[in-house]
Nanobody, 123 residues
Framework: VQLQASGGGLVQAGGSLRLSCAASGRTISSYTMGWFRQAPGKEREFVAA???????HYADFVKGRFTIPRDNAKNTVYLQMSSLKPEDTAVYFCARQTRGQLLEITPKSYDDWGQGTLVTVSQ
């Protein structure tokens, strides 16, 4: 599966962005899909994930601000971000969970990482 993340950009604090993760090569409807982010000098961290049954899980620092809808007809997963903060600045990646039976939040349980999309939140 090839994953293409897009939609990043520069936004002011309090603003919103919608990231897209378009998949090709295989349908992703039967997989858990996740969003992760990596800020400069920091490790990649879990942001949100959605299972094939549309169960979702969010990192505490995005609860109430981000959602992760999926559109199986478009083979795409989104990350809808609102009330953005400067500390949300990072490269955001999407990936497909390939290890584990339950929803996983560790990057090592995911493959098919896209190239990432940069989100910059200014003061």
């Amino acid at each position: 599966v090839q994953l293409q993340a897009s939609g990043g950009g520069l936004v002011q604090a309090g603003g919103s962005l919608r990231l897209s993760c378009a998949a090709s090569g295989r349908t992703i409807s039967s997989y858990t899909m996740g969003w992760f982010r990596q800020a400069p000098g920091k490790e990649r961290e879990f942001v949100a994930a959605i299972t094939w049954r549309n169960s979702v899980h969010y990192a505490d620092f995005v609860k109430g601000r981000f959602t992760i809808p999926r559109d199986n007809a478009k083979n795409t997963v989104y990350l809808q971000m609102s009330s953005l903060k400067p500390e949300d600045t990072a490269v955001y990646f999407c990936a497909r969970q390939t290890r584990g039976q339950l929803l996983e939040i560790t990057p090592k349980s995911y493959d098919d990482w896209g190239q990432g999309t940069l989100v910059t939140v200014s003061q």
